[in-house]
């Protein structure tokens, strides 16, 4: 097709195209992802709205293992916690929604909700007791397909549930978010600034970046010699320091800094706090 040609005969062509394509049936998803990049590439539709189709259909095709936290990334709290031992987790982790574990730390018995830790604040409040707030909680089989799930969490109006081995052992959680996740991408929360915006100042020693942030970029901004041989990112670095794939509100100290991790998958680092614990020449 030349580029001069009409774009009336272009949209008719392409048209052409799409009826062949579903007059014949099509066979399998490449048919129906050829389909979508045609759609894309006549600005029928957006790279995201490509982007959420495509994901619904991958989601048909995951399962709940593919997307879990594992259990040892679990922020858990114990069925007989005090209140001055739940406080701590539910502040560290930032979490909405915890797992609640027996005597032997096995077994999930329930979950928990923050938001239900309000009554036991005050003056005049009453007495805690975590037997009173915890809640059934959800098991599915690691092997669910995503999409099941997510209709299961519509239905029941749950955000959460307990993911089972083959042998009835708790072996991580999911939550509604994880599956979403799959298809709009991931979800900003209030730690979260504008896309173009790779660190944020929040005061004079305390900052928040984006862990995909140039080691370049760092070394610029914070008067760094943070070699890039073996990372591009600064996200790269923190791992390595680690040692592991870190969790949320893990820490590592490199030089005069002091990072602690935001957010974080199951793959890498996402976001970041750091602290600057001496400024140059002051050591």
């Known amino acids: ?38 759609a894309r590439d006549q600005s029928l539709i957006d790279m995201d709205a490509q ?16 997307i879990m936290i594992p259990r040892a990334e679990m922020a858990v709290i114990g069925r007989d916690d005090t209140l001055a031992q739940v406080l701590p987790v539910v502040i560290d982790s930032a979490h909405s929604r915890f797992p609640v574990i027996g005597e032997d730390r096995a077994e999930i018995v329930g979950i928990m909700l923050a938001k239900d830790l309000l009554q036991y604040c005050g003056e005049n409040a009453k007495k805690f007791n975590i037997r009173d707030v915890v809640r059934k909680a959800v098991f599915v089989p690691e092997s669910k397909r995503l999409n099941v799930l997510l209709k299961e969490f519509r239905t029941n109006r749950n955000h959460m549930a307990v993911v089972i081995d083959e042998y009835g052992t708790a072996a991580g959680l999911v939550t509604i978010e994880d599956v979403l996740e799959q298809i709009v991408g991931e979800i900003e929360d209030e730690h979260d600034f504008d896309d173009d915006v790779m660190i944020l100042q929040r005061n004079e020693h305390e900052y928040t970046l984006k862990a995909q942030l140039d080691i370049d970029d760092f070394n610029e901004r914070f008067d760094t010699d943070f070699s890039d041989d073996e990372f591009d990112t600064i996200g790269g670095i923190v791992t390595k320091a680690f040692g592991h794939l870190p969790k949320s509100g893990e820490t590592v100290m490199i030089d005069r800094f002091e990072f602690r991790v935001i957010r974080a998958d199951s793959r890498k680092i996402r976001l970041l706090a750091v602290r600057l614990e001496q400024e140059p020449g002051n050591a």
Do not use: C, T, Y
């Open 51 to 66: 982007a959420m189709i495509e994901g619904v259909l991958a989601v048909s095709d995951l399962r709940v293992r593919d």
């Open 1 to 38: 097709m030349s580029n001069d040609e009409p774009p009336s005969r272009s949209f008719n062509a392409w048209l052409d195209k799409l009826k062949n394509l579903f007059n014949r049936e099509p066979q399998n998803r490449e048919d129906l992802l050829d389909a979508l990049q045609l």
